[in-house]
């Protein structure tokens, strides 16, 4: 299929719907590259774009931060990181955060270059002015310096992406609890972060995963890759009684580790109620500011003696060991049935408001 002119969807502003464009055919730069986009996907990162409750948002923009294509056009040899070439036809997702500087205190004195102020991200902090730099789009320009990474024999584009951006985001805050052998781990909220850090927390040792998440149709997801059990928090209303829901299943003492996946301001306090003396607390499902939320410094900090972790984006190194698990583990987890519906371009606006009513798992659009 050749695009003469290349359609994308484009977000105009927020809460302005989406409208198809066309775009002048991109030419990759020297080091870069450009893809016919296979898929991309639809996350709750999208709805937050689309409401403007993300700051520093450069109008107009194309979304879709995680996308397959295949390689069309490169400009100069295009190398994977371990120096082996991509070759035109090959089947490739990206880290989607470039440009991260490499000179800046975050990047070289504190190691925090998913702070680095230089770093941009497809679909999110590129701006359509400036080309196809997003995934709902026939096309995409990849940068000189994206790190691009093959998909591994076995894995298709649908198992790439029903894993999305959950996938190395769940990967990192399953990392980041630190979990060890046989812990009892609690997953706040079960979207495609939440379901991501169900299976990781099963593969890094936990001998039993704890959902709490809704709708119905997440829940049963939640228990097809290894929840041992999924409360509805439709059904238990009242934070005292998901506490005690919890509390009740750990002798009272609650989970080794609590990782909040929920984008719930609220559940924050409460999963610390969930968290055992001396446990661990990971925050990762708060990417848009949604509020405050209060705590307790005496109960649910110093006497708890817990160590509560912020979990901010993911590096390369997140996406690369997701995808080599991916690859091993996909007969076990199939991933690709999390993925409840595609959207052409045109239908973007359609795909928004139903991954805003949950009424997807996982949302796809294929340009
Ligand atoms: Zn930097
Ligand atoms: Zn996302």
């Given at each position: 299929?050749?695009?003469?002119?290349p359609?994308?969807?484009?977000?105009?502003?927020p809460k302005h719907?989406?409208?198809?464009?066309a775009?002048?055919?991109?030419r990759?730069?020297?080091?870069?590259?450009?893809?016919?986009?296979?898929?991309?996907?639809v996350?709750?990162?999208?709805?937050?774009?689309?409401?403007?409750?993300?700051?520093?948002?450069p109008?107009?923009?194309i979304?879709?931060?995680?996308?397959?294509?295949?390689?069309?056009?490169?400009?100069?040899p295009?190398?994977?990181?371990?120096?082996?070439?991509?070759?035109?036809?090959?089947l490739?997702t990206?880290?989607?955060?470039?440009g991260?500087?490499?000179?800046?205190?975050h990047c070289?004195?504190?190691?925090?270059?998913?702070?680095?102020?230089?770093?941009?991200?497809?679909?999110?902090?590129?701006?359509?002015?400036?080309?196809?730099l997003?995934?709902?789009?026939e096309?995409?320009?990849?940068?000189?310096?994206v790190?691009?990474?093959?998909?591994p024999?076995g894995?298709d584009?649908?198992d790439f992406?029903?894993?999305g951006?959950?996938?190395?985001?769940g990967?990192?805050a399953?990392?980041?609890a630190?979990?060890?052998?046989g812990?009892?781990?609690?997953?706040?909220?079960?979207?495609p972060?939440?379901?991501?850090?169900?299976?990781?927390?099963?593969?890094?040792?936990a001998?039993r995963?704890?959902?709490v998440?809704?709708?119905?149709?997440?829940?049963?997801?939640?228990?097809?890759?290894?929840?041992?059990?999924?409360?509805?928090?439709t059904?238990?209303?009242?934070p005292?009684?998901?506490?005690?829901?919890?509390?009740d299943?750990?002798?009272?003492?609650?989970?080794?580790v609590?990782?909040?996946?929920?984008g719930n301001?609220?559940?924050?306090?409460?999963?610390?109620?969930?968290?055992r003396?001396a446990?661990r607390?990971?925050?990762?499902?708060q990417y848009?500011d949604?509020?405050?939320?209060?705590?307790?410094?005496?109960?649910?900090l110093?006497?708890?003696?817990?160590?509560l972790?912020g979990?901010?984006?993911?590096e390369?190194?997140?996406?690369?060991?997701?995808?080599l698990?991916?690859?091993?583990y996909?007969?076990?987890?199939?991933?690709?049935?999390?993925?409840?519906?595609?959207?052409?371009?045109?239908?973007a606006?359609?795909?928004?408001?139903?991954m805003?009513?949950?009424r997807?798992?996982?949302?796809?659009?294929?340009?």
């Amino acid at each position: 299929m050749t695009a003469a002119r290349p359609l994308a969807a484009v977000l105009p502003g927020p809460k302005h719907a989406p409208e198809v464009r066309a775009f002048e055919p991109p030419r990759p730069l020297p080091g870069g590259a450009v893809l016919e986009t296979v898929a991309s996907e639809v996350c709750g990162t999208d709805v937050h774009l689309f409401h403007g409750r993300l700051a520093g948002v450069p109008w107009p923009i194309i979304p879709g931060h995680v996308s397959v294509g295949r390689v069309l056009e490169t400009n100069g040899p295009l190398r994977d990181v371990e120096g082996d070439a991509i070759l035109p036809g090959r089947l490739v997702t990206f880290y989607d955060v470039f440009g991260a500087c490499g000179s800046c205190w975050h990047c070289l004195v504190g190691k925090a270059a998913t702070r680095c102020p230089q770093r941009r991200v497809y679909g999110i902090t590129t701006s359509a002015d400036d080309g196809l730099l997003g995934g709902w789009a026939e096309r995409i320009e990849l940068r000189p310096g994206v790190r691009v990474l093959p998909l591994p024999d076995g894995l298709d584009a649908e198992d790439f992406m029903g894993g999305g951006c959950g996938l190395p985001t769940g990967f990192h805050a399953v990392e980041r609890a630190g979990i060890v052998l046989g812990d009892t781990v609690v997953v706040q909220g079960t979207g495609p972060v939440g379901l991501n850090a169900i299976v990781f927390a099963s593969l890094a040792g936990a001998l039993r995963v704890l959902a709490v998440g809704a709708p119905a149709a997440r829940l049963e997801a939640a228990r097809r890759l290894g929840a041992e059990d999924a409360m509805d928090v439709t059904v238990v209303t009242e934070p005292a009684a998901r506490v005690r829901w919890i509390l009740d299943r750990t002798r009272g003492r609650g989970a080794d580790v609590v990782i909040e996946a929920s984008g719930n301001p609220a559940a924050v306090p409460e999963g610390l109620e969930m968290t055992r003396d001396a446990g661990r607390y990971v925050v990762v499902g708060q990417y848009a500011d949604a509020g405050d939320a209060t705590l307790n410094p005496h109960r649910h900090l110093n006497r708890r003696h817990v160590t509560l972790l912020g979990c901010w984006g993911y590096e390369y190194t997140h996406l690369h060991r997701a995808v080599l698990l991916m690859a091993r583990y996909n007969g076990r987890f199939r991933w690709r049935e999390l993925i409840t519906r595609e959207y052409s371009l045109a239908d973007a606006a359609v795909a928004l408001e139903d991954m805003e009513r949950l009424r997807v798992v996982k949302a796809l659009i294929r340009p």
